[in-house]
């Protein structure tokens, strides 16, 4: 079974889509963006689609592999980030550890660039399922072959995957290469914290 049969199975049980639904480009980017956002036990995509929930990597490794069964192809990219916290959002157990972390978030992001038909390129970001939006989160509502969507990232430096190597390694070498001990902590703490709130609600696509 391929894995956009595999992908329809679950939102059909999940009754999330029809029996009859026709998993094209932009139900498919649909179906994962809705997914929470939460990590999974592994970020294979058969078990992304297992446990519907998946953060930016898990999201477009999967991603990457339903459009490929679709005939589009894409490359999985990854851009440093910083964002900085206002400390009023830290408990005062987390002072501590927030200050050491240069009171920043700091990520390394996945997303893809899709191959349009025709020629061209667009950005596809399907992070942040809709139920983020209240949230404040970046949430890419529609699809629309050939247009852009908004990163859920403000890029610094951005990389396209090197060919033949495994793209979770890569962007752990990138995380260890730009960024502290004390702020990949800081990270893991925001993304737990996160993953608990809006942002990992069931999803709302029908």
């Not at 509502?141 to 793209?167: C, H, M, Y």
């Not at 979770?168 to 993304?191: A, G, N, S, W």
């Amino acid at each position: 079974m391929g894995l956009l049969d595999q992908l329809k199975s679950a939102a059909i049980a999940r009754d999330l889509i029809s029996p009859d639904c026709k998993l094209d480009a932009e139900m498919t980017f649909s179906l994962v963006r809705d997914m929470a956002y939460q990590r999974a036990s592994d970020r294979r995509p058969e078990i992304i689609i297992s446990e519907w929930r998946g953060t930016c990597s898990g999201k477009h490794y999967l991603l990457q592999k339903l459009f490929a069964e679709l005939g589009l192809e894409s490359q999985i990219m990854a851009c440093t980030s910083i964002e900085l916290v206002d400390p009023g959002d830290i408990p005062d157990s987390l002072h501590s550890l927030y200050e050491a972390a240069n009171r920043r978030f700091v990520d390394v992001h996945n997303y893809l660039l899709l191959d349009v038909p025709g020629g061209g390129r667009m950005i596809v970001d399907a992070t942040f399922p809709l139920s983020a939006r209240s949230s404040g989160f970046v949430v890419n509502e529609q699809f629309i072959l050939g247009q852009d969507q908004k990163l859920a990232a403000n890029p610094i430096d951005t990389f396209s995957i090197p060919p033949g190597r495994d793209a979770q390694e890569f962007k752990d070498e990138l995380l260890h290469k730009y960024f502290t001990p004390e702020e990949l902590e800081f990270r893991e703490v925001v993304i737990k914290a996160i993953s608990s709130g809006s942002a990992s609600a069931e999803p709302t696509t029908t």
